[in-house]
């Protein structure tokens, strides 16, 4: 079966929807591009919302609730609240393949669209 790639892959250890994220992806054979560790490096909101500006759609994920947003036309606000988490950054995990942006983890979602 052949690798597929993901551009960009933003995960914090000890995070248990990421720790979901990497079996799903080691599932599917998908390999990201370049990972990095919110451990590490922190993306506040402003760096949030310049992501988002870089994509044209993103899936939002947050328990069982699914919500995806077409960027140029997404309340601002609204579209803030599903990427920055209870810390004030970004949330983990986010996955950039694409135009697209994945954000949480939800397998039904991802399924068809990431794999």
């Not at 080691?26 to 990095?36: D, L, R, W, Y």
């Not at 939002?60 to 599903?82: I, M, N, P, W, Y």
Request: aromatic share 6%; charged share 30%; glycine share 6%.
């Amino acid at each position: 079966m052949a690798t597929k790639k993901v551009d960009w892959y933003y995960r914090r250890s000890g995070c248990n929807t990421c720790k979901k994220m990497d079996a799903f992806l080691e599932a599917n054979s998908i390999e990201a591009k370049e990972t990095v560790s919110a451990n590490k490096e922190r993306l506040g909101p402003d760096a949030a919302m310049d992501l988002a500006k870089e994509v044209s759609k993103i899936i939002a994920a947050r328990g069982k609730s699914v919500v995806e947003f077409k960027t140029k036309e997404a309340d601002q606000e609204l579209l803030k609240k599903h990427l920055v988490g209870p810390t004030g950054n970004l949330r983990s995990p986010v996955i950039r393949k694409g135009k697209t942006l994945f954000v949480g983890f939800n397998e039904e979602a991802f399924t068809g669209t990431l794999s």
